[in-house]
C-alpha cells in the first residue's frame, strides 16, 4: 500500500473525522485481521486528492526541502517529523502524494523553492514582504512568539542591554537586535551551537522560540534556564508582531498555495492541527485562523 493511504488511514483512525482522501471497502463486520488484508489492497488509484490536476516537482510526490528544526521540522529517514512535518504530510495525504525529502542547509531553503527545486519547505519560515516577492506564502501555519532564554530570567529588551546574547542566522529580530546590541549579539549557524554556548557561559541569554528552546534544552541541558516573552518594543519589531510561519511555494504554482491553504483549512476544522500542535508543545492557540501579516 502506499504510504500515504497507511497514513491517512491511520489519520482518520486517531482523529474520528472523515478527511477528503484514501479509504477502503472493509465490513463493519470485518475481523481486524481481515480488515487489515483489505487496508493492504488499497492502490493509488483508489485514494481521490483534495485538488484535481494539482502540479508539483515530481508526479506522485511533494518534495519538501527540509533542513533540522526542532520542533518545527525533522528529517527521520525518509519523513518528515516536528510539528510542520507532521503538518505536511497530512497535506500529501489529503492530495495523494507521498513526500519526498530533500535534505539541506537552511540558508538552502527559501532558494530551493524559488529555482524550482522543491514545492514547499518547512522550518518556522515566516511570513515576511521580503519573501513575498520571490516565493509564494501561504496562510499562517503556526503563530510564533520571541523569547528570551537565560538563567538570570532576562525579560525584556531592556534588560538583554549588557549582556552577551545569542541568536540563530536567519531570524527576523537579528537585524533589530544588532541595532540595540552592537558587537554584544552573536549569530549562530545551528541552535546546538547556539545552547552550548549558553550552557558554557559563553553567552547570557538566547534570543528563541519557545517551542525551539525548549527542544535544544533537552539535548543540551541549562539548569535554571527561564524562559520569558518580553513586552512589545518598538526597537524590535518581532516583538509588536509575533511571526507567522508558512509553506512557501514556487511565484509559479499558485494551485499549490491554493491548495495548501484549503488543506490547512480542513486539517484546522478537524482538530489535527491543534492535536499535531499539542503533541510537539505548542499551545492549541498557535495553530487557530488568524489574519496573515507581513513582517
Keep these: 500500500m502506499p504510504k500515504h493511504a497507511s497514513r491517512l488511514v491511520l489519520l482518520l483512525a486517531v482523529t474520528s473525522f472523515v478527511l477528503t482522501g484514501c479509504a477502503t471497502d472493509a465490513a463493519p463486520e470485518a475481523t481486524t485481521e481481515a480488515a487489515a488484508t483489505a487496508t493492504e489492497e ?10 484535481a490536476d494539482l502540479t508539483t516537482v515530481e508526479a506522485g510526490f511533494l518534495t519538501v526541502a ?54 514547499t519547505t518547512l ?15 501561504s496562510n499562517p501555519v503556526i503563530i510564533d512568539q520571541l523569547t528570551l532564554i537565560s538563567v538570570a530570567g532576562v525579560d525584556s529588551v531592556e534588560g538583554l542591554i549588557g549582556n552577551k546574547v545569542g541568536s540563530t542566522l536567519g531570524f527576523l529580530w537579528n537585524e533589530d537586535l544588532e541595532n540595540v546590541l552592537g558587537k554584544d549579539l552573536s549569530l549562530y549557524e545551528t541552535t546546538q551551537a547556539l545552547y552550548a554556548d549558553l550552557a558554557s557561559g559563553r553567552i ?14 533537552k539535548n543540551t541541558p541549562v539548569e535554571g534556564a527561564l524562559f520569558k516573552v518580553p513586552a512589545p518594543d518598538d526597537r524590535v519589531v ?17 494551485g499549490l498555495q491554493e491548495a495548501i491553504n484549503n488543506n490547512l483549512d480542513t486539517l484546522r476544522e478537524s482538530g489535527v492541527l491543534a492535536e499535531i500542535a499539542e503533541k510537539w508543545g505548542f499551545s492549541p492557540t498557535a495553530v487557530a485562523e488568524t489574519v496573515p501579516n507581513l513582517l
Excluded at 209 to 217: D, E, H, K, V
Design 42 to 51: 488499497v492502490t493509488t488509484e483508489d485514494c481521490v486528492p483534495a485538488h
Design 66 to 119: 527540509a533542513y533540522e528544526y526542532p520542533p518545527f521540522s525533522a528529517i527521520d529517514g525518509d519523513s518528515l517529523s516536528g510539528a510542520e512535518g507532521e503538518i505536511l504530510h497530512a497535506i500529501a495525504e489529503l492530495e495523494c502524494l507521498d513526500v519526498m525529502v530533500q535534505p539541506g542547509t537552511g540558508a538552502a531553503m527559501i532558494p530551493a523553492i524559488e529555482s524550482g527545486r522543491a514545492d
Design 123 to 137: 522550518g518556522s519560515w515566516y511570513r515576511t514582504a521580503a519573501r513575498a516577492e520571490i516565493v509564494l506564502l
Design 204 to 217: 547570557s541569554v538566547v534570543v528563541d522560540t519557545f517551542p525551539s528552546g525548549q527542544a535544544a534544552l
Design 238 to 254: 518581532s516583538t509588536t508582531m509575533p511571526g507567522q510561519t508558512n509553506f512557501p511555494v514556487n511565484l509559479n504554482n499558485p
